[in-house]
């Protein structure tokens, strides 16, 4: 039976065996790391210009080296898995040269290009007519935002009215293309919205109504809280002419535009004259008693003689 000197050594010795492997891979790892780090993986990009809708073939990509610690998620790095044998893809959003082709920009495999593939979960995509004036002139592109506006007829008015339909609207497509062949810009007879399932239904019925019309906005501008509806009495300079407005309470709970908007309704509209009270008429003095009176002339005078009382 071994003493306990060897069983002590026989210990030491395991442990130093342990501790020398664990040395010895974490040095091994750490080399590893590094020379992972610092090398690079083809990832494939763009040889050309991808617009939506373009088929992705074999020379309109190409690979590049990339940085292990930059490449994007996602990334194809061969080109079975960009392009699997008898599958096609086709590019759902406009890729640049030289730009990674990622699987959130093109279809999935075998499919082509559709709208549906871009729209977020509860969404829908509508297409409304315009002209070329309704469409800002060719100027909206995909992913601008608009609002939308209807010009239409009451029954009970007998006069033309606009309204805003909606605001903060995304913008799907415009017609066919957007764009000439030198990159000018082309007017769309259509567009296409991504809305609301109940905005689709307004837009449907507005359209059938009156006409619509699209307003290029701001990218990131909040809506406006307080729309109006213009009439043909509102063409007019003053921007403040015939619009209503709501209650001073609503105005007030809207924060600084509230403020803003009241200080706009005070400016524009004039003060109103402060009626007085007539000042009361003043009676006419009693007349004074002053007793008995005699004229008494001397020569061409005449003086007033009190007598009596």
């Known amino acids: 039976m071994p003493n306990r000197q060897t069983l002590i050594a026989l210990g030491v010795a395991v442990v130093l065996g342990l501790t020398a492997v664990f040395l010895a891979n974490s040095f091994l790892s750490g080399k590893e790391r590094q020379a992972y780090e610092g090398g690079t993986t083809k990832v494939a990009v763009a040889a050309s210009p991808l617009a939506y809708g373009s088929d992705i073939t074999p020379d309109k990509i190409r690979f590049v080296d990339y940085p292990n610690t930059s490449i994007p998620p996602g990334a194809y790095t061969t080109a079975t898995q960009l392009l699997p044998p008898g599958k096609k893809r086709v590019a759902l959003f406009p890729i640049a040269v030289n730009e990674p082709i990622l699987p959130n920009k093109i279809s999935k495999e075998g499919e082509g290009a559709s709208m549906s593939s871009l729209l977020p979960d509860g969404m829908r995509a509508a297409t409304v007519r315009i002209n070329d004036v309704s469409g800002v002139a060719g100027f909206i592109q995909p992913n601008d935002s608009v609002d939308v506006l209807i010009t239409r007829q009451p029954a009970d008015t007998g006069q033309q009215v606009t ?115 007539p000042a009361p008429k003043a009676k006419p003095a009693a007349p004074v008693d002053n007793g008995k009176q005699i004229e008494v002339y001397r020569g061409t005078t005449s003086n007033q003689v009190k007598v009596g009382g």
């Open 163 to 277: 309204d805003v339909l909606l605001q903060n609207v995304h913008v799907l497509a415009m017609g066919a293309q957007a764009k000439d062949a030198d990159g000018k810009p082309i007017p769309a007879r259509t567009a296409t919205l991504e809305v609301a399932p109940i905005d689709a239904q307004k837009l449907a019925l507005g359209e059938a109504a009156g006409s619509l019309s699209l307003v290029l906005r701001k990218p990131g501008e909040p809506s406006n809280p307080v729309v109006e509806t213009v009439s043909m009495n509102d063409l007019r300079y003053n921007m403040y002419g015939g619009a209503r407005y709501p209650a001073p309470a609503v105005v007030g709970s809207l924060g600084n535009l509230g403020s803003a908007i009241g200080g706009a309704m005070a400016s524009a509209v004039p003060p109103r004259p402060v009626r007085r009270a």
